[in-house]
Structure formats: C-alpha cells, structure tokens
C-alpha cells in the first residue's frame, strides 16, 4: 500500500473547511484513529518526510507555487517539536521559519496584517508561521489591553471589531491563493490536562526548565477564553483554499504524522513536476557536455 492511501485516514477528519457547524468539543485532544503502534506511527512519520523532500524539490525547482503552513495551539501544545519532526527532510534553501511574538512598536504603528506579510515564502518555497496573523483573533481578544496598544481610531474599534478581522483574513486568504501561495492552517489541539502535565514536566527535568515561563501559568487561567476565542476563529475562517485542520496534541507522534500526511496532501495536490527545457535550453547543455568533454 502506497503512503498516501496509508495515510488518508488521518487528513480527512481533522479537515475544516466549512466552520458554520465546528464546535470544539467534537474534536478529542486524544485522538489516535484506533492506531496503537507509536512505532508504527513513527514509520509512517518517516515515510511521510521522506515523500516530503521529494515534493519540495519539485516545488523549488518549479518555481510556480508557494506554501504557507501556519501553527497555532496554547503553550506546550508541540509546535516547535512538529514543525522540526515533519520539516526535518526539507532542504533548508527551500523553507523559512518565522516565529510572531509581541509586536514591537514598528508593527503596532501597522495594520494588523503587516508585519506577517512580510515574510510569507517566495514561491518555490515553503514557509512556516510559529503563530502568526490569527493571534490578532485570539491573544487580543482574550486580552482586550492589547487592542488598546494598537491606537486604532475610535470610529474603527466596533462591537464588531472581530468579525470584520476575520473578513479581512478571510479575503487576505483569498487573495494568496489566487496568486500561487497555498494556504494550510494547524490548530494544535491539546487538552488542558495535558498541557499542566508538559508544565510539570518542564519543571521537574533541568534540561527542559529553559522552555517555561511563568507568563505560561498566567495564561492557562484564560483557558475558556482561549477555547471559546479559536472555536469562533476556526468557525469563521475554514475555507476550501485555506482549510484549518484541528489537529490532535496530546500524543506527539500523532500530532507529527497527522501534520505531515496534510502538507504532503496539499503539496501533492498541486501535480509538481520538474522543469521541462525547451530546445535552446537543451543546445546549451550539449554545449556545454561538449566543452567539458574536450577538457583534458
């Protein structure tokens, strides 16, 4: 069996590209589709990476399409650890990470899609946001302060401030996939019991203390809000040209296979090929064989 249809099972069901019905509570942080075998799991990871190297040299040698993988989850969810497991194959001159903090005073004198905007992949490339725009729908509406900081007009800063955003996303989306850049999205879903177990375990390992803050603790006690605030966001930005996909999280080796099946999905999806030289193109090269067979 190829690894494609190995790994269709686990696309599908995580796939949202019509949030009008998603509610969160559908989706089990646990989930595994009934596979039991981490090692197994892990095999098909490494199948998985394997496929991917290959479509991302087709992809740069083609240079026709882009691909924009976008992460958000809470703290401890495994965004660092998927986005290195699944990308580790990947020829780095072809992939750029980017990872979105506090905005700095530059990017709040901004709309709230600058700073993002520059940096999305050429094409040719793949790029990976570490969150990214949609904190603008979640940490700044959990926190309503952040807003404030923005010193937005007035006039602007309506009851409907987050439907408006997420018209606008839904139309930036729009306007990347009409130019050549495919759009994946991965909410990394993990439980809240899960999560305090990471933290403890970043507590308890020295080698691991490095990864906690205290500002993590802080914003587990916003944690309905958070839920409620991606619910809202998946709900209302799930398209057929940018789906979300609201990806399982508390078994890491899920979490890594999950991810990767969907990028080696959209890449597929695109029929990548190499480049086709054209007859002068193929003149020059036996030139050039020519040349270099004459050498000594």
Request: proline share 4%; net charge positive.
């Amino acid at each position: 069996m190829t690894y494609r249809k190995q790994v269709a099972r686990f696309v599908e069901p995580y796939r949202i590209t019509n949030g009008r019905k998603f509610r969160l509570r559908d989706f089990d942080p646990g989930d595994t589709r009934n596979l039991k075998s981490k090692e197994g799991a892990k095999k098909l990871l490494r199948d998985g990476v394997d496929v991917l190297c290959g479509l991302q040299e087709k992809l740069y040698a083609q240079d026709r399409w882009a691909v924009l993988l976008i992460f958000q989850a809470m703290d401890a969810a495994g965004k660092d650890g998927t986005i290195k497991h699944v990308l580790s194959g990947v020829n780095p001159q072809g992939c750029q990470v980017s990872s979105f903090k506090s905005p700095s005073s530059t990017e709040l004198d901004h709309d709230f899609l600058w700073r993002t905007t520059c940096d999305l992949p050429p094409r040719g490339r793949i790029g990976i946001f570490n969150r990214s725009y949609y904190e603008e729908v979640l940490a700044v509406r959990v926190h309503p302060e952040c807003l404030a900081h923005q010193r937005l007009p007035k006039r602007v800063v309506t009851k409907n401030i987050w439907k408006d955003r997420f018209e606008d996303i839904n139309a930036f989306e729009q306007y990347l996939s009409r130019n050549g850049v495919i759009v994946r999205k991965f909410f990394l879903n993990v439980s809240k019991d899960e999560q305090k177990r990471r933290f403890i375990e970043r507590l308890d390992e020295n080698e691991k203390n490095w990864k906690f803050s205290p500002a993590d603790v802080k914003e587990r006690g916003f944690w309905s809000q958070y839920m409620t605030a991606y619910e809202d966001m998946i709900r209302h930005t799930s398209t057929e040209h940018a789906p979300w996909f609201v990806v399982p999280a508390d078994n890491k080796w899920y979490t890594r296979l999950v991810v990767a099946a969907a990028v080696n999905d959209a890449l597929e999806s695109l029929n990548l090929t190499f480049p086709v030289v054209d007859a002068a193109k193929r003149q020059e090269l036996e030139s050039a064989r020519h040349f270099l067979a004459q050498e000594g």
